[in-house]
């Protein structure tokens, strides 16, 4: 994948990839909005300029490794994912469906470009350590990025693999953080002390630094250098707003679980700058969660 | 069996460089010559098992054949999670090895004992769950899963143990040895003992212990708890009155839990099924192990008259 997207070009693929998300949401009548939204620039700028994968080699070994572990915001990846031409639009139009490949959280391999089954939290950093280990032993020039959520950061595992990573000397090792300062009951940081988030990382022995999470420049410029020259793994702490680019969803907490009505999709389309979406007749929110 | 383990991946690693060995801040010098012969495979993961076995997920879905160790309660309780979600969902054929298994750090305590986590693994899919006898079995064991697609935990226990074979066994996962009589060998034996793990030594002695009172005992070497060797059970309950499972593990879940569930589901074979093991119950009394075996009544001494018993029981029935 060739870094050749502008800034704007990739702005334009995130008020898309938004409006999928929203109308995935919406027709499958599926939670984790909110999370969904907050991460779309980060994997926007991940596809669209960091990652050295060719959508139609999926399984070369040598490839960029990208590992959604906060699997809870999956449309968001799948929309990516069909973007880059991974797969095609057939498999977003019937995701979270009776049989379809890609379910609310992945399973493995359930479609090209899905690296893991995320959705239990805390998985995803002990298995990119593995996956940036295996490149070292073999010397090897592939990178891996994972993405977790701030709520995520609770679990242990994260931290027993952010301990690890820098005695291995995993310098093509990169953690995102979606930091949207919630999680799924509350506030990240009423919830567990995180703050300072960036220092924590810094701690363990990477080399850490903020961005903000939703500025494409900022995220790909963070994203471009790896390995980084300290020879450290690169903890990206990227602040985000949980719900972004639609005013009604932004930083409120109950689209951790809603369902967009069909008047709120047209609204969030209308927000983003989007054509006027076609919403099938009879789909919204309908299952309880 | 850790000596025995430790040569025997030294050797492997030598010729198979898809292995990479990750240790759990435990074995001492233990891998030296590992370290030596292949210092880029050999990984100190700290004090931090559930990381290790996510990583060792990691190495396995790039080509890798990684091998887990450490002390088997904290390799599998701690993480089980990620034993089922990493290792068996992902089906990667990563191999865990837990030292020290069943009461074989009887001393320390029962934060050291697993006599449960057979029970709690073999419910998950894909999972090979072994118990080598002896450290020639850990070899073959070994052997074994390293050509295996599956993921795969061995318990072992820890030095010093019989050596039952007198060479490494031709051994296949989920096919149990024929130790004594049993297929093949034309006898007809009244009970069918099945053994896994380090209470092969005590199956054979109870096996002598029936045969001078004139009662005939095949004996198995059942390795594997899962996947069941159906072969040897469907003979060991169509010939034999009493087949009697042996493990220090739980009597519930493991061998004996999972050959009870399969007989439940055969009701026509007329043999009557035994499980020895240990207790549901933690054990707080301070013991080495061979007096924490005791403590359980696994002494051919406590277990020939339970045998004998039930015998007597099967006749009056028919």
């Not at chain 1, 963070?222 to 793994?233: D, E, N, Q, R, Y």
């Not at chain 2, 850790?2 to 198979?16: M, S």
């Not at chain 2, 396995?60 to 091998?67: E, K, L, S, T």
């Amino acid at each position: 994948m060739e870094c050749t997207e502008t800034i704007s070009e990739l702005a334009a693929v995130s008020a898309r990839m938004r409006g999928e998300v929203i109308m995935m949401s919406h027709r499958a009548g599926t939670p984790h909005l909110g999370s969904s939204l907050s991460v779309v620039d980060i994997l926007v700028a991940l596809y669209g300029a960091a990652l050295r994968i060719d959508p139609k080699a999926p399984e070369d070994p040598l490839r960029d490794r990208a590992i959604l572990s906060k699997g809870h915001a999956a449309m968001a990846l799948y929309a990516v994912l069909a973007e880059h031409g991974f797969f095609g639009r057939e498999l977003i139009d019937t995701f979270a469906t009776h049989g379809a490949a890609l379910a609310e959280q992945p399973s493995p391999h359930c479609a090209p470009g899905v690296e893991l089954a995320t959705g239990s939290l805390g998985h995803g950093l002990p298995i990119s350590l593995g996956l940036a280990l295996a490149a070292k032993i073999r010397g090897q020039s592939y990178r891996v990025f994972t993405v977790l959520s701030d709520g995520e950061c609770n679990e242990g595992t994260v931290w027993e693999g952010a301990l690890l990573a820098p005695a291995l000397k995993l310098d093509n090792l990169v953690v995102i953080v979606d930091y949207n300062k919630w999680q799924a009951t509350g506030r990240s940081e009423e919830v567990t002390s995180l703050s300072p988030l960036v220092e924590k990382w810094r701690a363990f022995g990477w080399h850490a630094q903020e961005v903000d999470g939703h500025d494409l420049a900022a995220l790909t410029g963070a994203l471009a250098t790896v390995p980084h020259p300290s020879g450290k793994p690169l903890a990206i702490i990227a602040h985000t707003v949980k719900g972004k680019g639609v005013s009604f969803m932004e930083d409120d907490n109950n689209w951790h679980y809603r369902i967009p009505k069909a008047s709120e999709v047209t609204a969030a389309f209308l927000e983003l700058g989007l054509p006027a979406p076609v919403i099938p007749a009879g789909s919204g929110p309908k299952k309880a969660h | 069996m850790r000596n025995a383990f430790a040569e025997e991946i030294t050797a492997l690693a030598q010729t198979d460089e898809r292995i990479v060995l990750l240790a759990g801040d435990i074995g001492n010098r233990l891998f030296d010559r590992f370290k030596e012969a292949c210092p880029n495979r050999f990984y100190n993961c700290g004090i931090a098992e559930a990381n290790m076995i996510g990583l060792a997920a990691g190495l396995a879905m790039a080509g890798f054949r990684p091998v887990c160790y450490t002390i088997a309660p904290f390799l599998t309780y701690r993480c089980v999670e990620q034993i089922r979600v990493d290792m068996c969902y992902h089906h990667v054929p990563v191999i865990l090895v837990g030292t020290g298994s069943g009461l074989a750090y009887a001393s320390l305590g029962a934060t050291h004992h697993s006599c449960e986590e057979m029970g709690m693994l073999r419910l998950l899919p894909h999972l090979n769950v072994v118990a080598p006898a002896d450290s020639q079995e850990v070899r073959a064991a070994l052997r074994a899963s390293l050509q295996d697609p599956n993921p795969t935990y061995i318990r072992i226990g820890k030095k010093g143990e019989p050596v039952v074979h007198p060479s490494v066994p031709a051994f296949t996962l989920g096919k149990a040895i024929p130790m004594r009589g049993g297929h093949g060998q034309g006898e007809s034996d009244e009970v069918a003992l099945l053994s896994t793990g380090v209470m092969l030594p005590t199956a054979l002695a109870l096996a002598d212990w029936l045969k001078a009172r004139d009662i005939h005992a095949s004996v198995h070497s059942f390795h594997t708890v899962k996947p069941l060797d159906e072969n040897t059970l469907h003979r060991a309950f169509s010939t034999a009155r009493v087949v009697a499972t042996l493990e220090e593990h739980s009597v519930l879940g493991g061998l004996g839990g999972s050959i009870a569930e399969w007989k439940a589901d055969r009701p026509e074979l007329p043999a009557r099924l035994l499980r020895f093991g240990t207790a549901d119950e933690f054990l707080h009394k301070t013991c080495d192990t061979e007096e924490a075996n005791a403590h359980f009544g696994l002494t051919p001494e406590a277990l020939g008259p339970r045998i004998q018993q039930a015998l007597a029981a099967s006749l009056n029935v028919t």
